[in-house]
């Protein structure tokens, strides 16, 4: 009998299930897709389904009412934005905040420009981090990432929105040291 009703709840919630592809902020190397995939582990409520590293894109799975915790969820509970929202929160909690999840710009990668900034010593998972977040939240910037071997941070950006002199100007403001350029 045990069995039986464990094996109904779990027809009933993958009846439930959903998915959703989303940008995840904070995968600036790969050593970070390691860390995201091992935070996941800790989510009950989310399955990742696929992990895009170089894209920093992720595909979830959930089952609604138990992404929002309540049996019955009002109708303005279960929209795209909300639940979003709600993943945002889970995973925001379960790394401290060094991860975030927005939704995809639908920008595709022919209308991007790839930048790239020479950075100083990037040695540590610390520095990598705080030169990827200083830009990673530009308006424009669709994603990046943190080379410690080459010292380069790329960008791929939507030039409509930013370019390369506003990435190096937040880089500055972080106090990231750019080699060749004045303080």
Avoid at 90 to 96: D, E, M, P, Y
Avoid at 105 to 116: A, F, P, Q, Y
């Amino acid at each position: 009998m045990r069995i039986c009703a464990t094996l109904l709840c779990l027809a009933l919630t993958s009846l439930h299930a959903e998915e959703m592809t989303v940008r995840v902020i904070g995968i600036s190397h790969s050593e970070r897709v390691a860390d995201f995939q091992k935070m996941m582990t800790t989510l009950p409520e989310l399955k990742l389904v696929s992990l895009d590293g170089d894209k920093a894109s992720v595909t979830l799975s959930y089952d609604p009412l138990v992404l929002i915790g309540k049996p019955k969820p009002k109708p303005d509970e279960l929209t795209p934005e909300k639940l979003l929202e709600r993943i945002d929160n889970l995973i925001g909690k379960a790394s401290v905040r060094t991860f975030s999840v927005v939704k995809p710009t639908g920008i595709t990668d022919d209308k991007l420009t790839k930048v790239e900034v020479q950075v100083g010593v990037l040695d540590c998972k610390g520095c990598r981090y705080g030169a990827y977040i200083a830009i990673a939240k530009i308006d424009g910037v669709e994603r990046a990432s943190v080379n410690s071997d080459s010292r380069t941070l790329t960008a791929w950006i939507d030039t409509t929105k930013t370019n390369k002199e506003a990435i190096e100007a937040a880089l500055k403001k972080a106090r990231v040291e750019l080699p060749g350029h004045k303080s």
